[in-house]
């Protein structure tokens, strides 16, 4: 009996064996091959997944259908913030934006609101020289210090799995998202060349889980110059390649996440 089952377990085995190397899914060559897709991801990212909804570019290994499925399952996984993480970043978040508020008013501004009239005044930057309007002087101060405030609160909060002042090009037609690094945008204004910046996306906060292309949420701070109730509009693109369209629907779009919020002080956050 012991020798029957014996005969038994080994022709099994023999068998399994012979239908493991006869399935081309399953030879080792595939494995290989897919193994070496996971090692390119990992040292060069731009070759795996770009956005939602987008295929992860990966040497084919059968069954494709298979791997599909399960890159659009992780990204998807990845886009999803729970709610009580959400409430406790948006909590630090109008906190940052309260602080910026008043500490630049009280600065530069006796600690009052300016009056629209004054809001229209044109002043000199200082650090720049350049001579704008109050109201976007004080913006640019405010949204100074609502960043480094930011950037200490999700240190704490989220180390690593966040990005401030990220610039990307979306290509509105083929939806093709990339990253522009600090130093490429320095370099070009550098060389004159600042018309090949038109049109980037420059969301002040996103929150991802490791990869700026995969985002969970998307803030951007606004700061109104006078003192209102009303969260100010977002941005509306006048010219260049997202005429008619505004942040907030580019920013679902180049980035495909729904939770794309304004950060206002004394308001809160609002979508």
Known sequence: ??????????????????????????????????????????????????????????PPVRPIQAMVSATRTAVAALRVLDSATQAIIEERLKECADQARSSVLIDKWAGRSPTPVECSAIVTDASSGRRL???MHLGCLMHRAALVCTHEALEELRPGRFSLEQRFRFDGDT????????????????????????????????????????????YDFKFPCVNTDRAPSWRRYEEGPHQGLDQQLLYERALGTRVVRRVVPRIGVVR
């Open 1 to 58: 009996m012991e020798r029957d089952w014996r005969r038994l377990w080994v022709t099994g085995w023999a068998m399994f064996l012979a239908a493991c190397a006869g399935t081309p899914e399953r030879a080792s060559t595939g494995r290989y091959a897919f193994d070496s897709a996971s090692n390119s991801c990992r040292h060069r990212p731009e070759l795996c997944v770009r956005a939602a909804g987008e295929e992860a570019v990966i």
């Open 133 to 135: 309007t109050l109201a």
């Open 175 to 218: 939806g093709i998202l990339q990253q522009i690094s600090e130093g490429d945008a320095r370099l070009l204004l550098r060389l004159g060349c600042g018309e090949e910046l038109k049109g980037t996306l420059v969301p002040d906060v996103i929150i991802h889980e490791g990869d700026p292309l995969v985002a969970s949420a998307v």
